[in-house]
């Protein structure tokens, strides 16, 4: 079984910063790509930044240049640096991943998620 755990949350002010981390445990064989995504209230989730196994990023307009995905693939875990937050940014923030067993069979996973709030 796998589980990713996410951390890194929190209430910060405008202008300021915070890093999420998301930890993958259980019977992992390999990561693939990783994902974070975001859900504000009364909107639907989206895709925020993704990394793949080689370590290639991708990012919403919202958020480019001043969020870094990355990833610890000896940890089997992922980052999410985030700077200069908005107000707008205020989310819980979800990670995503694709992860094979010893199997071989790829499945994707969802964290349970961490409240980021920019608020003065």
């Known amino acids: 079984q796998v589980q990713l755990v996410e951390s890194g949350g929190g209430l910060v002010q405008p202008g300021g910063s915070l890093r999420l981390s998301c930890a993958a445990s259980g019977s992992i064989y390999g990561i693939y790509a990783m994902d974070w995504y975001r859900q504000a209230p009364g909107k639907q989730r989206e895709l925020v930044a993704h990394?793949?196994?080689?370590?290639?990023?991708n990012y919403a307009d919202s958020v480019k240049g001043r969020f870094t995905i990355s990833r610890d693939n000896a940890k089997n875990t992922g980052y999410l640096q985030m700077n200069t937050l908005k107000p707008e940014d205020t989310a819980v923030y979800y990670c995503?991943?694709?992860?094979?067993?010893?199997?071989?069979?790829?499945?994707?996973?969802w964290g349970q998620g961490t409240q980021v709030t920019v608020s003065s």
């Open positions: 995503n991943a694709a992860i094979s067993g010893v199997a071989g069979i790829v499945y994707t996973y």
């Open positions: 990394i793949t196994s080689g370590g290639t990023t």
